[in-house]
């Protein structure tokens, strides 16, 4: 492939973001697009967008201001520059991105992206007369087109399932990314074994709600993400599986089973409730109780023990007492979370919680939080601090921050810091926990004792 022009892409947002990143990347690359770290000299800009919480339009159209001062610079030296909004605010707002915006010259949702050789072609100029707006939901889904993906590194994530039929009072996702969708089970198999033949160790199966997966098999039997998942873990080279995000109504039988079967599936979950509150989960369209959730965190923990979770919550939406609050506090308590994030409840347009009246007061909302995220940060540091002591799998992922260091995970998704040899990025090796400090771990390298052949050499190697 001859790279003679530099794409800058800035991702804003969840893994699927992510993903689709870093195939807009593959999809451009034969067209001689190399994708690079500053957006200064780009030839294309894309700003892949994230609708789900507060201001989002707002960064983005700052985001925006600031670039068009590279791209300004480099019309003027008599070069150009296209300039893309993609993604979930592409998506929500395109139109009045390109009225207010006139420096954009394609705009594009997440059904849209393979659409971009063609995109391409239409919108040059430097200031495109030819600018584009493409936010349909077309008959085909997009996997059919999009090329094999390229390197993903040690770690590396496989859409699986897309869109979202739930409607959530307050979420975006089921009009910003349309109806669910999942991809056939030989498609996923495939793109999974040329994850592994390019080096891959560890896959994170995506969807926006990826455990209602319900793909075709060759046989033309429905799979669900439990079969999956097995499927998957039967790749040779796979080590570790994981599967985000996922919703507590979509624990199957099944899926609780490859829980306990699976040994690469990793012992960390990231299941998100909101709230603790059975009054709030009905107004938010949850369509379960608290005590379920309970009870499916007790079937999960059932079938594989040493299983950790982690959670969103949305604080104050309209109408949360100090007994809703309460309630989640005690979820929380009950759950003991060994991680979890948490949001100020914000309207989204197009919701239908948007139109409810009852709102927090925005100083009650930030009290809450507050408490909330103290909790949580008190059961991780917790948490963490258990893991000191123990000799973990660590499959290293990148460079650390400071010098001679790598940076991995752990099985429980934990961040861990480690001195180690370079040579070791896309291993996966057993470290001794040393310390923690409440959000992440150090560690060192065990060398007296090795659990495989390559594991041995490299120690050697780094030695
Ligand atoms: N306000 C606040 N948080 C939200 N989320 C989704 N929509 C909203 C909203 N309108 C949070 C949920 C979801 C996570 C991805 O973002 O907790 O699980
Ligand atoms: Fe949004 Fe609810 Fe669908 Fe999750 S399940 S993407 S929160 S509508």
Not at 10 to 26: E, F, H, I
Not at 177 to 193: F, L, M, T, W
Not at 315 to 341: C, N, W
Request: proline content about 4%.
């Amino acid at each position: 492939m001859k790279f003679n022009k530099k794409l800058y892409i800035k991702t804003w947002g969840c893994q699927m973001n992510v993903y689709d990143s870093s195939r807009m990347a593959d999809i451009l690359a034969p067209l001689g697009y190399m994708t690079v770290e500053e957006p200064d000299d780009a030839d294309m800009i894309i700003l892949n967008t994230c609708h789900i919480r507060e201001k989002a339009t707002d960064k983005v159209f700052s985001e925006i201001g600031r670039l068009k001062i590279h791209k300004d610079k480099k019309v003027e030296a008599g070069g150009s520059m296209l300039m893309a909004v993609a993604g979930c605010v592409a998506q929500a707002e395109g139109d009045f991105i390109m009225k207010r915006a006139p420096t954009v010259d394609m705009i594009f949702g997440p059904q849209t992206y393979h659409e971009l050789p063609e995109m391409v072609a239409k919108a040059t100029g430097a200031y495109g007369e030819n600018r584009i707006v493409n936010t349909e939901f077309p008959e085909k889904t997009k996997f059919d087109f999009l090329p094999e993906e390229q390197n993903q590194g040690a770690s590396a994530f496989l859409s699986i399932q897309e869109g979202c039929d739930k409607f959530c009072t307050f979420c975006v996702v089921p009009y910003t990314r349309g109806a669910e969708y999942s991809r056939p089970v030989d498609k996923i198999v495939d793109e999974a074994k040329r994850l592994v033949d390019n080096g891959s160790k560890e896959i994170t199966l995506l969807g926006q709600n990826v455990n209602a997966y319900h793909g075709e098999n060759v046989d033309g039997k429905t799979w669900g993400l439990g079969r999956l998942i097995e499927a998957v873990a039967e790749i040779d080279g796979i080590e570790q599986i994981r599967y985000t995000t996922s919703h507590p109504r979509d624990v199957d039988q099944e899926l609780i089973d490859a829980h306990r079967d699976v040994q690469k599936l990793m012992p960390f979950l990231h299941l998100p409730v909101q709230s603790g509150s059975d009054k709030m989960l009905k107004v938010m369209n949850r369509k379960h109780t608290a005590d379920r959730y309970r009870e499916i965190i007790a079937d999960l923990k059932k079938a594989r023990p040493d299983l950790v979770f982690s959670s969103d919550f949305i604080v104050g939406f309209p109408g949360e007492t100090d007994q809703d609050h309460e309630d989640t506090m005690q979820l929380i308590r009950d759950v003991k979370f060994a991680s979890a994030y948490s949001f100020k409840y914000s309207a989204r347009p197009g919701t239908p919680a948007a139109n409810m009246t009852n709102l927090v007061r925005e100083d009650v909302k930030t009290v809450r939080l507050t408490q909330i995220q103290e909790l949580i940060g008190e059961f991780q540091a917790e948490f963490n601090a258990d893991t000191v002591g123990k000799t973990l799998p660590i499959l290293f992922e990148r460079k650390g921050k400071k010098e001679g260091q790598l940076q991995g995970r752990s099985p429980f998704y934990q961040a861990i810091n480690v001195p180690a040899n370079e040579r070791l990025i896309g291993q996966i090796v057993d470290v001794h926990v040393t310390d923690s400090t409440g959000h992440a771990l150090t560690g060192e390298v065990v060398t007296a004792v090795s659990t495989s052949e390559n594991l041995t050499e490299n120690i050697v190697k780094s030695a």
